[in-house]
């Protein structure tokens, strides 16, 4: 199910006949253990337990009260204690998550806990800037399916038309020299190519050449200050596809993924121009999160200190209508 996993042993995937394979898997046994539940706590709930004896190794009959006695003599001090102990425990670690960033923005809510604990352990294990899997030339897939449509931006289009020569990429926020950038200024600086797996959240996957400049140089050139934690990423307009409604897909992503030696601003895509299906003039790529963290369609960069100022303050668009803002692989 993981593809930082099946990256490293894509036997376990290719296995199971793909993700989509193991995808269905999971939802068919996860559904089996879920009706195995509901269907004891059922029989629980309307015969309750039972009233027979119980016996011991050595013969001894123990009665129901007898045993609902000694399971409520367990909660001595000591179990407090313990309890207490715990609870300070866990206290003090989200105390030492905070102070270390290790908390992300969408920490709240019903699933905070969990994308905590996620967001901390990736960071903690991958804190020395671990590099995601590159393939060589042959791997490249042969179809790199589109997810989304274009930005209905009218903007958007009149530059497309153009070939994007008016267009700019803004870079401004908690910098000491905020600038934009035409297409051509940047791609006259250091450009890099990676060939890395693009994996959606749905399931599917593919692998492309993209090639762009290191997001770093630009946050160098600009001049982030010290204060910076968070890079906000702002595009065209877009659609949804399912519903047609039109929105503003922003995102945002860390220091730690900002300054990534593969994370770049992508203008190139396979050898080409990125094709306006896949995000031109200009797409996020950061090789170490899902796709729908490489943002497409961009337009302006703001380094942020906070998110609280950003939409819902969750980090992302995603974030706010109940995904996760950190979808690291």
């Known amino acids: 199910m993981s593809f930082g996993v099946t990256l490293v042993f894509p036997w376990m995937a290719t296995a199971l006949g793909g993700h989509k394979s ?37 013969g001894i009959q123990i009665h129901t009260e007898d045993a609902e006695r000694a399971m409520s003599s367990l909660l001595t001090r000591r179990t407090l204690v313990t309890a207490g102990l715990a609870m300070a425990g866990g206290a003090s670690g989200l105390h030492f998550a905070g102070n270390y960033g290790l908390i992300p923005p969408d920490s709240g809510g019903l699933l905070g806990s969990g994308e905590t604990l996620t967001y901390s352990a990736q960071r903690l294990l991958t804190s020395g800037q ?116 039109s929105r503003v897909l922003w995102d945002s992503i860390d220091m730690a993924d900002a300054l990534h030696p593969q994370t770049l601003l992508a203008y190139g895509m396979n050898g080409e121009e990125l094709p306006a299906g896949h995000g031109a003039p200009v797409r996020l790529r950061v090789a170490r ?28 668009r995603a974030a706010e209508g109940g995904g996760a803002w950190y979808g690291g692989i």
């Open 22 to 58: 193991a995808r269905t898997l999971q939802f068919v046994f996860v559904s089996l253990q879920i009706l195995y539940i509901v269907v004891h706590v059922a029989m629980f709930c309307l015969f309750g337990f039972p009233e027979s004896r119980a016996s011991d190794d050595n």
């Open 130 to 245: 671990s590099l995601a899997r590159e393939f060589p030339r042959r791997s490249i897939s042969k179809v790199a399916p589109v997810n989304g449509l274009p930005p209905k931006d009218e903007t958007y289009h009149r530059l497309l038309a153009d070939g994007f020569r008016d267009w700019r990429l803004t870079v401004e926020g908690l910098v000491q020299r905020p600038m934009s950038f035409s297409l051509e200024e940047l791609k006259r600086l250091p450009a890099e190519s990676h060939i890395t797996l693009h994996a959606c959240e749905e399931g599917w996957s593919y692998i492309a050449e993209w090639t762009g400049v290191r997001l770093s140089h630009v946050l160098e050139l600009v001049g982030t200050r010290p204060a910076s934690r968070y890079v906000v990423l702002t595009p065209f307009e877009n659609v949804n596809q399912n519903t047609g409604v």
């Open 289 to 316: 999160q899902l796709g729908y963290k490489n943002t497409k369609y961009l337009y302006r960069v703001t380094i942020s200190d906070s998110l609280d100022n950003f939409g819902k303050g969750r980090g992302s």
